[in-house]
């Protein structure tokens, strides 16, 4: 799987670094240890002082920084996790989908990151990563057609498919995904982002019997 950044976002976005993890995955529900997981880190941000504080975080201002680059009103358009990361404060909690949606939410809100995450035997040919043009649109997960002009987009040869701020219901992972991809987003530069790869491929292993892991970054 090749993945490469478009010219013209990297030069609005010039930090922009994605990693990469497919895997051959067991998709059921998640098992209590993995959901343990996910509640600890919830008390995690809720014990803080001011749990708010969260949003101050470098990693979901440089995911604001670069939307507002590409014309995209982040208050408006939230990367995944700056969204999760509210539900958490608001009281509502991490939503329970599936053990490897779930895997996902939780290193999205450990690490402050958007992952995207997509069923492969969805997925077509070379993926770019570039900005949404004018008359771009998905039916995001859970969500009516998203308008995608100024959206950071994973594109395959059918079109746009993924963004960090809601995936497409082309590409989703459900009971049915036997492989997949998932792709940590960072606006603020490649520093440490292979820490989340490896912590989402141990959590893939441990709790979906993930087989024939592999890594990659992309260029």
Same mark, same amino acid.
């Given at each position: 799987?090749?993945?490469?950044?478009?010219?013209?976002?990297?030069?609005?976005?010039?930090? *922009? +670094?994605?990693?990469?993890? *497919?895997?051959?995955?067991?998709?059921?529900?998640?098992?209590?240890?993995?959901? +343990?997981?996910?509640?600890?880190?919830?008390?995690?941000?809720?014990?803080?002082?001011?749990?708010?504080?969260?949003?101050?975080?470098?990693?979901?201002?440089?995911?604001?920084?670069?939307?507002?680059?590409?014309?995209?009103?982040?208050?408006?358009?939230?990367?995944?996790?700056?969204?999760?990361?509210?539900?958490?404060?608001?009281?509502?909690?991490?939503?329970?989908?599936?053990?490897?949606?779930?895997?996902?939410?939780?290193?999205?809100?450990?690490?402050?990151?958007?992952?995207?995450?997509?069923?492969?035997?969805?997925?077509?040919?070379?993926?770019?990563?570039?900005?949404?043009?004018?008359?771009?649109?998905?039916?995001?997960?859970?969500?009516?057609?998203?308008?995608?002009?100024?959206?950071?987009?994973?594109?395959?040869?059918?079109?746009?498919?993924?963004?960090?701020?809601?995936?497409?219901?082309? *590409?989703?992972?459900?009971?049915?995904?036997?492989?997949?991809?998932?792709?940590?987003?960072?606006?603020?530069?490649?520093?440490?982002?292979?820490?989340?790869?490896?912590?989402?491929?141990?959590?893939?292993?441990?709790? +979906?019997?993930?087989?024939?892991?592999?890594?990659?970054?992309?260029?």
């Amino acid at each position: 799987m090749r993945i490469t950044i478009d010219p013209g976002l990297r030069q609005e976005c010039p930090r *922009t +670094a994605l990693a990469c993890v *497919t895997a051959d995955v067991a998709t059921q529900a998640s098992p209590a240890e993995l959901v +343990a997981e996910l509640r600890a880190r919830e008390q995690s941000v809720l014990a803080l002082p001011n749990p708010s504080s969260v949003f101050s975080e470098p990693q979901i201002q440089a995911t604001r920084e670069a939307y507002k680059a590409l014309g995209k009103d982040p208050a408006r358009y939230r990367g995944s996790a700056e969204a999760l990361l509210r539900r958490v404060v608001q009281g509502k909690g991490l939503p329970l989908i599936n053990n490897v949606v779930d895997i996902i939410n939780l290193v999205s809100v450990e690490s402050l990151l958007p992952l995207g995450l997509y069923d492969l035997e969805r997925v077509r040919a070379t993926i770019v990563f570039r900005a949404g043009r004018a008359g771009e649109t998905y039916k995001g997960i859970g969500k009516y057609a998203l308008n995608l002009e100024g959206l950071p987009v994973f594109c395959d040869e059918l079109g746009p498919f993924g963004s960090p701020t809601s995936d497409s219901e082309r *590409t989703m992972v459900t009971a049915a995904a036997k492989k997949i991809l998932l792709v940590v987003i960072s606006f603020g530069g490649a520093q440490g982002i292979e820490r989340w790869t490896a912590r989402a491929a141990d959590l893939l292993a441990r709790y +979906a019997s993930a087989s024939h892991v592999e890594s990659t970054a992309a260029r």
